[in-house]
Every structure is written in structure tokens, then in C-alpha cells.
């Protein structure tokens, strides 16, 4: 545990160290850990001096649902063409919610509201706008690809590092008089599993919004 600093020298002490550190201890002990003591414990300061930064637990719960949203933003900024930007944005997504599967479902309870976050998305808009998508249609897809992908985490949150790992995954052997589908497609599909499915369905979702046209999906 690192040595407990006096008030004087909590000065160096940000909101970005506070959320990093409860991110640290949320991946370790679970969402349950959270508290401004123990996240007070992680940085070796009071916990008191916190609240020079965080109001309270409901804004340390939102800036950990920021902090996520931010390690993802790049990958669409950085992108030459908007059905690019959303992929690797999806893509991004997944893999920083599969790193922290015990914070999943704070990102399902609690919408992204922060400044921070909204300027996120502000920022996200004026790159899809800027690829030639109007911003209607350009929030609605970045909220539905969000969703889905938060929703795929989520349905892998009871066991997420195993499931990924095992990414092609045979279907179960069933009855073929009862289940005489399921044993078609089991002999026919071959192996399946999430990552496959993720993929499947992302691109699904993305040819849909470009049913119109590359540059002006259809709504």
C-alpha cells in the first residue's frame, strides 16, 4: 500500500487518477469494492480529498462509465470513412468491455452523461458528419452499433475471457427427431461461437445503413 499522504501533498491528485484507480479495483474485487474509502486506500490519500474532485459515488460511477467510453474514442476519430470508423469503434468497444468484465454492467445501467462523455459524442457526429452522413442518421448509428455491442458484452458478462477464448464453438449435440433443425444446421453450419456471431451480425448492421448508398445510408 503506498505511503499516506498529508493534506499538502494531495495537491497533485486529479479526477483522472481517482477513476483509474476505482477502475484498477473494480477489475479486482468487483463494482461491490467501490467505495471513497478503498479507492482513497489505492492512491494513499484520505478519502475526504476525493470529494475535491468527485462529487460523490454517483459521478464516481459515471466518470468509470466515462473513462471506458474514452479509451475507445480514437479508433472512430481516426478513421477514413464512416462504415470504417464504426467498425473499428465496435470493435474497440468489445475489446475494452471484454478487459473489464466487472464493469459491464455499470455501462448497461448507467447512460454515458459526463461533459466528457458528451464531447465524445459531439466529437463522434462531427466525424460521421464530415464522411457524408446527415446527423440524424449519424446518431442513430453510432447509438445502435453502442447498444449492440454493449448488449453482446453483456450477454458474455457471466463468463466473458472463457467464451471469447473459445471462439468456435460446435453446436451441442441434440436429438434429430425431436430437433430435426438444430441437427441440420448443426451438420451443415460447422463451428460457430461469439466471435463469429459478433462479426456476422456487425457487418449485417453495417451493409443496412448503407442500403442507400456508401455515403447516405438509408433511414
Do not use: C
Amino acid at each position: 500500500m503506498p505511503a499516506r499522504r498529508t493534506r499538502g501533498q494531495n495537491a497533485g491528485l486529479t479526477r483522472q487518477a481517482i477513476l483509474r484507480a476505482a477502475l484498477v479495483l473494480a477489475d479486482r474485487e468487483g463494482l461491490k469494492a467501490l467505495s471513497m474509502r478503498r479507492i482513497g486506500q489505492e492512491l494513499g490519500v484520505e478519502a475526504m480529498s476525493l470529494y475535491q474532485h468527485v462529487a460523490d459515488k454517483d459521478a464516481l460511477l459515471d466518470g468509470l462509465v466515462e473513462e471506458l467510453f474514452t479509451q475507445v474514442a480514437p479508433t472512430l476519430l481516426e478513421s477514413t470513412s464512416w462504415r470504417a470508423g464504426l467498425r473499428q469503434y465496435a470493435h474497440a468497444l468489445l475489446e475494452v468491455l471484454l478487459a473489464h468484465p466487472n464493469v459491464v454492467p455499470l455501462v448497461v445501467t448507467r447512460p454515458a452523461i459526463t461533459s466528457s462523455s458528451l464531447r465524445l459524442v459531439e466529437n463522434a457526429l462531427r466525424t460521421l458528419h464530415a464522411a457524408g452522413l446527415t446527423l440524424p442518421a449519424a446518431l442513430d448509428m453510432l447509438y445502435a452499433v453502442t447498444g449492440f455491442v454493449v448488449g453482446h458484452a453483456a450477454m458474455l458478462h457471466g463468463d466473458v475471457r472463457s467464451n471469447m477464448a473459445n471462439s468456435r464453438q460446435p453446436m451441442p449435440e441434440v436429438d434429430p427427431e425431436e430437433y430435426p433443425l438444430l441437427t441440420e444446421v448443426a451438420r451443415t453450419a460447422g463451428p460457430t461461437g461469439p466471435n463469429l456471431r459478433f462479426e456476422f451480425a456487425l457487418e449485417a448492421m453495417l451493409r443496412g445503413f448503407g442500403t442507400d448508398g456508401d455515403n447516405e445510408p438509408g433511414r
